[in-house]
């Protein structure tokens, strides 16, 4: 029983880390970027969706590996623990993954030093 607990929590918390911050590049980030490309509000040299792709690559890597080995080490009710932690944040990290206060604010933050626009103006745009 104990074991199945602390799996669920380590299933919990390589979801939420892992494929929610994925499901949000892809649903979010680069949709967002290229909206803002469309509309000629980022340097023509940005990076960002290269590192979104890469980000996407590494945090995929790293669920599969991390479910492989409790896949392949652990018991069965480590991995029943695992796979309920894992339906639980898919299930509570739905809602966080399209556009939403969090995921714009946050791109701002990171984004913004590709701006060639006023970062007041690229919000706008963003909340239509």
Same mark, same amino acid.
């Given at each position: 029983?104990? *074991?199945?607990?602390? &799996?669920?929590? *380590?299933? /919990?918390?390589?979801?939420? &880390?892992?494929?929610?911050?994925? /499901?949000?590049?892809?649903? &979010?980030?680069i949709p967002t970027t290229k909206k803002l490309e469309h509309a000629n509000m980022l340097t @023509?040299?940005?990076? *960002?969706?290269?590192?979104?792709?890469? %980000?996407?690559?590494? #945090?995929?890597?790293?669920?599969? #590996?991390? %479910?492989?080995? !409790?896949?392949?080490?652990? %018991?069965?009710?480590?991995?029943?623990?695992?796979?309920?932690?894992? /339906?639980?944040? $898919?299930? #509570?990290?739905?809602? +966080?993954?399209? +556009?939403? +206060?969090? @995921?714009? !604010?946050?791109?701002?933050?990171?984004?913004?030093?590709?701006?060639?626009?006023?970062?007041?103006? $690229?919000?706008? &745009? #963003?909340? +239509?």
């Amino acid at each position: 029983m104990i *074991i199945s607990i602390v &799996f669920w929590m *380590i299933g /919990l918390i390589i979801t939420s &880390f892992t494929v929610i911050s994925a /499901l949000i590049c892809l649903a &979010f980030g680069i949709p967002t970027t290229k909206k803002l490309e469309h509309a000629n509000m980022l340097t @023509n040299d940005h990076p *960002i969706i290269k590192r979104y792709w890469v %980000s996407v690559g590494f #945090l995929i890597t790293v669920f599969v #590996l991390v %479910s492989g080995s !409790v896949y392949i080490f652990g %018991s069965v009710h480590a991995l029943r623990g695992y796979v309920g932690g894992i /339906l639980f944040a $898919v299930i #509570l990290g739905i809602w +966080k993954i399209g +556009k939403n +206060k969090n @995921n714009i !604010v946050d791109y701002i933050n990171t984004q913004s030093r590709y701006f060639n626009q006023p970062v007041e103006d $690229v919000i706008n &745009f #963003l909340n +239509k």
